[in-house]
């Protein structure tokens, strides 16, 4: 199976659209098509103070909105033409004040592409967030740092491997971007747990039999954040993308407590695939 029905959401401006970008690199390798989604919402002036805000101010923060709006739809243009993408792109805008979701938009597609968000704060009521989307999409989420390059199929992918749920999802979400001359570091961090039966077992059987090389690698785990073991392995090994399962824990202690799902979205430094 391939990536062959790829949507990439909006996320702010920025000078180079690399999310955008990277979704067209990998619509163009796979033959497949691309979608751009942007959601309408409220400007956050207008939400905070919209009782004492006069008119004219109103109409100006929906004229600024419109101007990002056409910016984007023009970038999006000119990013699928050089793609070769013309005749397979199409730009998509939702309007919330119409009851338009973008979590049940998003779910009929193979891929969804986001970059870390809003570069600017009048552009974050218009910018998905990228957990947000991994918690409700259903689908898998490839998070683009603002200033990667990476190949749409890397020849080294490093799995951030615990066992549960939503590592197994990212294991299958991830093989379509692997082929058999691919590499794989399969990751554990913490303390091996000891009986006779091998925790690896499983998950190495599937990927080998897919004809892909696999190399275990354990970290005991010491004063580092299991996301900075995650990022520091993956840049160590040389890896162009990170796959790992996404809120294990709920949402609401990640934003407490943090967690390592809010930990790899604030140090990226290389494209994550996340399934939840």
């Known amino acids: 199976m391939r990536y062959r029905n790829i949507l990439c959401t909006y996320a702010g401006d920025s000078p180079r659209p690399v999310g ?46 419109d101007q990002l709006i056409a910016q984007a739809r ?12 013309s005749d397979r792109a199409t730009f998509v805008e939702l309007d919330a004040e119409q009851g338009e979701s973008l979590s049940d938009f998003v779910r009929t597609f193979d891929l969804i592409v986001c ?30 740092p603002n200033e990667s390059d990476g190949a749409a199929r890397p020849d080294h992918v490093l799995i ?3 066992g549960k749920r939503a590592a197994a999802r990212a294991v299958g979400d991830v093989l379509p971007m692997l082929d058999a001359g691919s590499r794989v570091s399969l990751l554990t961090v913490g303390r091996k747990e000891q ?19 696999v190399e275990t690698i354990h970290e005991e785990g010491d004063r580092r954040s299991v996301p900075e073991i995650i990022l520091e392995t993956a840049v160590a090994r040389g890896a162009g993308l990170v796959a790992m399962g996404a809120f294990e824990h709920s949402r609401l202690s990640q934003e407490i407590w943090g967690g390592v799902t809010s930990g790899m979205l604030q140090s990226a430094s290389r494209p994550i695939l996340m399934s939840h």
């Open 195 to 213: 009986g006779r039966n091998d925790p690896l077992a499983g998950v190495l059987q599937w990927l080998t039999r897919h004809g892909i090389a």
């Open 20 to 65: 955008l970008t990277h979704a067209a690199r990998i619509a163009a390798e796979n033959d497949g098509w691309l979608t751009a989604v942007l959601r309408h919402g409220t400007p956050r002036l207008e939400t905070c103070y919209a009782t004492r805000l006069p008119a004219s101010v109103i109409s100006a923060l929906h004229e600024a909105d």
């Open 74 to 85: 023009e970038r999006f243009q000119k990013v699928v033409a050089e793609s070769g993408l």
């Open 160 to 162: 951030a491997w615990d």
């Open 115 to 144: 970059t870390l968000g809003a570069e600017r704060p009048n552009e974050a009521h218009l910018a998905a967030r990228p957990d947000t989307i991994a918690l409700n999409s259903g689908r898998p989420v490839l998070v683009v």
